[in-house]
Structure formats: structure tokens, C-alpha cells
């Protein structure tokens, strides 16, 4: 197997939604029989997978590989198809298909040049489609980043309360209700673009958008934020960060202590109300988070799990009070 199609078997378990439960071990099967040159083993696994659930790309397009260098090249097209969906940027499969020695055998066939083509077709009208909107994505992470980071500079020359910071809020919040409405637009048009359509800056753009709305802006598309984790192209850990502030938001607890305030008294940063703080560690690796007392250190806060549950009535009482 070559190391360009090596790459591609790293990232096979990524972005991936949820399977039938012999699935995953199916796969991970033939994963590991391809890695150890036991083609028709992978063959044999990877047609279990596919026969309870239609796969992944990623999954497919290692299927393909086993299936190239066990000699069936029916079976290796029809995988590849499957592997190459619309709606999706391929650049790193398509390299490895026309370029790498696993498929050197498929690409010496009377089929290959029509295959060929029609991928490419399906590869140019994609790039036509999500090209413009992913410069319009890119665009809209850079400005809802700056002014951010700009605040983060100020805040630490000048505290929290200057008029330059209130200004450049001022500033800011203009430009996430423009970057609002136009992630309004694509989402209506385009849906939901993963990291596999336009790359993860791009994608990220869409959750930033979102978390950094009012209230009502991130209920209504905090559905859509769920269905593309389940769809693999959201990470669950933007969810849980955007559950956590809309939790706090209407008033509850939130789940996975991802959102940091400052104390009403000391002016401190602290871990705002959180349930269940026994158990956070388990909830937030559930979603791939780090453990909590490594994500507030860039805080300075020394998480101290029972002297928070002690203080944590006292900081809900004072939270309440009206500013």
C-alpha cells in the first residue's frame, strides 16, 4: 500500500456518522487486513460492512484499494463510485486514484477513461458550486475572528471596562448580525457545509456564526447544528459548546463547563454553573473535549472539583441578582 493511501486509511474513522453496531468492527477489519496486505480478507470484510449499511466515502474508497490489488475490477469501479459522492471535495482520493501504484492495475483497463471522466465532471461541477461560497465562508471566520482577537488585546492592556472596548463591541456586534444573515443564505441554500466540502476554516465559519448569535438565532439552528454532527459534518464538541451556552442562556446548568465567565465579586474567571460537576470529565470526553482542568487552564483557574461544588450556590446567588 502506498504511504499516499496510507493517509487515506487515517482518516477513515473520521467524520463519521452512526452505523449499525457490527459496522465499525467490520471496517476496522478490513482496515487492519489492508494495512497487512490480506487483500481478499479486506474484500470480504468491507462487503460485510456495506451489505448491513451503505458506508462512508472513506470507507469505500479502502474497500476500492483491497479490491484493486485482489485482482476484481468490477467490484473495485463499483466501489470507487461510491467513494466519489456529489457534493463533496475528494482532492486527496482523487491523487491517490490517478496517481498512486494501488490502482495502477484498474487504470490499465478498457473501463478506466469513462470512469475517469466522469468523476472529474462530477469534481468541476462541485468546485463551480462550492467555490464562491467557500471564499464567502473564509471571509466571514476572518471577520468574526478579528475583532476578537482585537478585544482579547485590549482586555488584557486595559481590563474590561474601557470605553475601547465597549466601542470595538459595538464595532463587532455589527458585524455578526451582518455575518448572521449571510449564513442565514447558505445555510438555506447550500445546507450545512462539512470540512469534506470546503475545508474545516470554511465549515468552522458556520458554528462561529452561530455560537457567537443572540438567543433566538442559535435555537433555531441549533436542530440543524445536530443533524450535521449525526451527518459527520459538524464535530460534537461545537455542539456541546453551543448546548452549554444556550443552556445558560435560558437559565439551566450547563453540561460540559465549556463556557468561562468572570465572578460578579472578584472579577476572576471561573467555570460557569455547571451539573453534574463530578462527572463533566466523562461527559466531555463523550464528545472528544479535553478534561476540563486542562481547557481552564488557559484561564489560570486550578480546577478543584469539590471546593467548586462548594462555591457553586454562592456563584448561582450572585449571578441571579440583577446587575
Known amino acids: 500500500m502506498t504511504s499516499l493511501c496510507r493517509l487515506l486509511v487515517i482518516f477513515a474513522a473520521l467524520l463519521r456518522p452512526a452505523f449499525p453496531q457490527d459496522y465499525p468492527a467490520l471496517t476496522a477489519q478490513g482496515i487492519a487486513s489492508l494495512k497487512a496486505g490480506q487483500n481478499a480478507k479486506a474484500v470480504e470484510a468491507y ?36 467513494a466519489f459522492p456529489a457534493g463533496e471535495d475528494w482532492a486527496i482520493p482523487m491523487k491517490a486514484l ?6 495502477e492495475a ?14 472529474e465532471e462530477r469534481l468541476a461541477d462541485f468546485q463551480a458550486q ?16 478579528a475583532f476578537r482577537l482585537q478585544l482579547s488585546g485590549l482586555e488584557k492592556q486595559y481590563g474590561r471596562d474601557p470605553q475601547q472596548i465597549r466601542d470595538l463591541w459595538k464595532t463587532g456586534g455589527a458585524t455578526d448580525a451582518a455575518n448572521q444573515v449571510k449564513v442565514r443564505a447558505i445555510l438555506e441554500k447550500h445546507g450545512w457545509l462539512g470540512p469534506r466540502q470546503v475545508g474545516w476554516k470554511a465549515s468552522s465559519a458556520l ?4 455560537q457567537h448569535a443572540d438567543l433566538p438565532y442559535q435555537k433555531e439552528y441549533l436542530p440543524t447544528v445536530r443533524a450535521a454532527v449525526k451527518e459527520g459534518k459538524a464535530d460534537a464538541g461545537e ?17 460540559y463547563g465549556s463556557q468561562i465567565h468572570p465572578d460578579p465579586k472578584t472579577g476572576l474567571w ?13 461527559r466531555r470526553a463523550a464528545v472528544g473535549l479535553q478534561p476540563l482542568s486542562a481547557y481552564v487552564e488557559q484561564w489560570n483557574i486550578k480546577w478543584d472539583v469539590e471546593e467548586y461544588k462548594r462555591q457553586l450556590p454562592a456563584l448561582e446567588a450572585s449571578l441571579a441578582q440583577p446587575k
Open 47 to 82: 462487503g460485510a460492512a456495506f451489505r448491513l449499511h451503505a458506508g462512508e466515502p472513506w470507507d469505500y474508497f479502502n474497500a476500492a484499494s483491497a479490491a484493486a490489488h485482489a485482482g476484481t475490477a468490477s467490484l473495485t469501479l463499483e466501489w470507487l463510485d461510491h
Open 130 to 145: 462550492t467555490g464562491p461560497v467557500k471564499e464567502e465562508l473564509l471571509a466571514i471566520f476572518d471577520e468574526d475572528q
Open 270 to 282: 471561573i467555570v460557569a454553573p455547571l451539573e453534574d460537576p463530578d462527572h463533566v470529565d466523562a
Open 207 to 210: 458554528f462561529l456564526v452561530i
Open 106 to 119: 484498474i487504470r490499465a483497463t478498457e473501463a478506466w477513461p469513462a470512469f475517469r471522466k466522469s468523476l
Open 98 to 103: 490517478t496517481e498512486g501504484r494501488d490502482f
Open 239 to 255: 455542539l456541546a459548546l453551543l448546548e452549554d451556552r444556550i443552556g445558560l442562556r435560558e437559565g439551566r446548568r450547563q453540561v
